[in-house]
């Protein structure tokens, strides 16, 4: 089965300190990957997909097919990164449904 | 920017009753979806919806659940009888194409008593 895999419930950070959020996925076909953040009160939003390799607000994620693994990166964290992050996985040989993980909440303090 | 809108933003219900979620997804929009969010787990997709029919149900869309677009613009969730489990934060997303990017709605959280 399909699975994403997300280890860390919290990750708590300093103003400035780099953030890693992991994720693990486990398909058998090739995957399409993104992450999507949920700032607090609002709506889920797509921070980024790994087709589109590009970096927003600083984040980028590379996707290693050897490890299975699609990780968060920043280098210097902001307070207002401060959300819940979900790794998702889309399946394209069926209807395109995302399959999320559980979700890193991300604190980043002053 | 459009975006994809729910109502209600909350509804509480008995069980065993009927309740329906509405949803309008972005206008040239096609491919439609429901999730669901019990309170403290994972974002789980319960249908999708293209071309005026259901291309996937997952295993939690049984029979009380159903979907329709009966406008052209309104996408809807019915779950029949309702059941304590059924409470939850259900999230509509659409997308243009399935392959894009999915565009969620702010949910609409149910309790069901």
């Known amino acids: 089965a399909q699975r994403v895999t997300q280890p860390e419930k919290l990750l708590s950070v300093f103003k400035g300190a780099p953030v890693e959020l992991k994720c693990n996925y486990s398909y058998s076909g090739s995957p399409e990957l993104f992450w999507y953040v949920q700032y607090s009160r609002q709506r889920l939003q797509l921070l980024l997909r790994h087709i589109s390799r590009e970096s927003i607000k600083g984040f980028t994620a590379d996707l290693n097919k050897g490890e299975t693994s699609f990780h968060l990166k920043k280098p210097f964290a902001q307070e207002e990164d401060s959300a819940m992050y979900y790794c998702a996985l889309s399946e394209a040989d069926s209807s395109y449904k995302l399959i999320f993980g559980s979700g890193t909440r991300l604190l980043v303090r002053p | 920017e459009p975006e994809v809108t729910q109502t209600p933003s909350h509804q509480v219900t008995q069980m065993g009753q009927e309740v329906i979620l509405r949803c309008v997804p972005i206008?040239?929009?096609?491919?439609f979806y429901w999730y669901r969010q019990i309170l403290g787990q994972k974002v789980e997709f319960l249908v999708s919806f293209y071309n005026n029919e259901i291309s996937e149900k997952s295993e939690i869309f049984d029979d009380q659940f159903s979907v329709e677009r009966p406008d052209g613009s309104n996408f809807t969730l019915k779950i029949r009888s309702t059941k304590l489990e059924d409470s939850a934060m259900y999230f509509c997303a659409s997308s243009r194409t399935g392959i894009e990017t999915q565009y969620f709605g702010p949910g609409t959280r149910l309790l069901v008593l």
């Open positions: 206008s040239n929009h096609l491919y």
